[in-house]
């Protein structure tokens, strides 16, 4: 069995209000399950912080777990209220995010995380027409 090099690597950090989760390696279906069992733990824990703050600058691939993780993470700030926070997010995370969809949805207002991109990155999206292109 050939070991794969960027196994998840989670860092932990809490603050008065807030946790800090720095994402390591590749977010796919050998270890999805961990971060969003680490956050669960987090916002469980008495007192839920008042922001999850995921610092995603060395993340690696996403896979189809990832993304669910992603939305999972979503559900679990949302319910506890807690605003989430994707931070630091390179480009390959944002075009996935755009391709799928969900990059409002998981950075949008209740999430608080659109205004804490790096480095004015902010543009606008268009999905677009769904409808195959008939001029090829």
């Known amino acids: 069995m050939t070991s794969h090099p960027d196994h998840l690597h989670l860092t932990t950090t809490d603050f008065r209000d807030s946790v800090l989760v720095e994402i390591h390696g590749d977010l796919d279906y050998a270890g999805a399950d961990r971060l969003v069992a680490e956050v669960a733990s987090r916002l469980s824990e008495g007192t839920a912080p008042s922001e999850l703050r995921l610092r995603c600058a060395h993340l690696g691939a996403v896979d189809s777990m990832g993304i669910s993780a992603l939305l999972m993470i979503r559900r679990l700030t949302t319910a506890a209220g807690v605003r989430l926070h994707l931070d630091d ?24 995380g659109a205004a804490n991109r790096s480095a004015t990155k902010d543009k606008a999206v268009s999905s677009g027409p769904i409808a195959p292109d008939t001029h090829t």
């Open 89 to 112: 997010r390179p480009d390959k995370l944002e075009r996935l995010l755009d391709l799928t969809g969900i990059r409002d949805h998981l950075t949008g207002p209740s999430g608080e």
